[in-house]
């Protein structure tokens, strides 16, 4: 899995491995769409009457699910907010467990 030291001129400044995603049940993703390597998308769901800080995670179009609430969920919303750049990989999934798993590297400019 390649995942880049810089993004838009800006060094990882924060790397999260292992994240599972929240995939809620009756909304299950066709795990044939996506698996372990391809990159993902992180959006945020201000609309979501469930939780309106929601971070919804794609794959190849494919919603896979979410962000579970805490920590992380907070921080990539700030980064979001912010526009700053995240680089997010699919690292795992099994389709029988109905589990995926992500990496979310996110991107700052150093201070100087």
């Known amino acids: 899995m390649d995942i880049p030291e810089t993004l838009e001129g800006m060094p990882i400044a924060y790397q999260y491995t292992e994240v599972d995603v929240a995939i809620l049940r009756g909304q299950e993703p066709n795990f044939a769409y996506f698996r372990s390597g391809d990159t993902a998308t992180l959006k945020q769901e201000p ?12 794959a190849n179009g494919t919603k896979i699910g979410y962000l579970y609430k805490g920590r992380i969920q907070d921080i990539v919303n700030d980064y979001l907010r912010m526009k700053r750049p995240t680089w997010t990989v699919i ?3 099994d389709s029988e467990e109905k589990k995926a798993q992500i990496c979310i590297s996110l991107y700052k400019q150093r201070k100087t």
């Open 47 to 58: 609309e979501n009457t469930y939780d309106p800080n929601a971070v919804a995670v794609y």
């Open 91 to 93: 690292t795992g999934t």
